[in-house]
């Protein structure tokens, strides 16, 4: 089945600072990559996905790469800022009809930014 | 919409007990997935359903079992609890294959 690791765990920057995720998965039938962000207490809220087809994908600060043939993808956060603060998942889906959108994890990297 | 609904929101068992975890969602969605959250560990899929009357393994099945008589409901039935199931305990839904998962508020059980 799909293993999905994700580096770092813990990852401390300054406000402003840029943050980097990233993620390797082994199944390369994998074809959807979503970030999930989850704070302390709270559920795991989705930031941005990205589709195999698709090299980059950008919303505000946020951008996510894949890289296909190397199999990894990376999240990318610039200006951080303190609400930034939380544990970060990357997650892999391959494709078809018969893996019925199920998605396998990453570990969590916990994310803190120092005002 | 209240969205995905889990009770309860924290349970203590001891060994041997049997509890269920409710999970509804009111957004109409077929797809519908039980995680468990370990420290450390990512989530972890523990059974998924695509629709009324259909459901299947995921990852981490054994010690599990779940239903779907209804589009809304998919609870997640414990059997003989361990404290291997000490876990935090997340219902998620999505309305289309590889779209976004909405989950619940997880439901946080401990096996003494």
């Known amino acids: 089945g799909e293993n999905v690791e994700q580096h770092p765990s813990t990852l401390s920057v300054q406000e402003g600072d840029s943050a980097v995720i990233k993620c390797t998965y082994s199944d390369s039938a994998s074809n959807y990559f979503p970030w999930y962000k989850q704070e302390l207490g709270k559920r795991p809220q989705l930031i941005i996905d990205?589709?195999?087809?698709?090299g980059e994908k950008k919303d505000q600060r946020i951008a996510v790469t894949l890289n296909k043939t190397a199999k990894h993808f990376s999240l990318h956060i610039t200006e951080t800022q303190p609400e930034d603060s939380a544990v970060y998942f990357c997650?892999?889906?391959?494709?078809?009809?018969?893996?019925?959108?199920?998605?396998?994890f990453g570990q969590g990297t916990i994310l803190t930014v120092h005002p | 919409n209240a969205g995905v609904t889990q009770t309860p929101k924290f349970r203590i068992l001891k060994i041997g007990q049997s509890m269920t975890l409710q999970c509804t969602q009111d957004m109409n969605h077929n797809y519908m997935y039980w995680y468990r959250q370990d420290p450390g560990m990512g989530l972890k899929l523990i059974y998924y359903s695509v629709g009324a009357g259909i459901t299947d393994k995921g990852e981490v099945p054994n010690g599990y079992n779940v239903s779907r008589s209804t589009t809304e409901d998919f609870p997640l039935r414990l059997e003989l609890a361990a404290p291997s199931q000490t876990s935090v305990y997340f219902c998620?839904?999505?309305?289309?294959?590889?779209?976004?998962?909405?989950f619940g508020e997880g439901s946080r059980l401990t096996v003494l």
């Open positions: 998620a839904s999505s309305y289309r294959l590889y779209g976004e998962l909405f």
């Open positions: 997650a892999a889906s391959r494709g078809g009809c018969n893996s019925y959108g199920k998605l396998t």
């Open positions: 990205i589709r195999s087809n698709v």
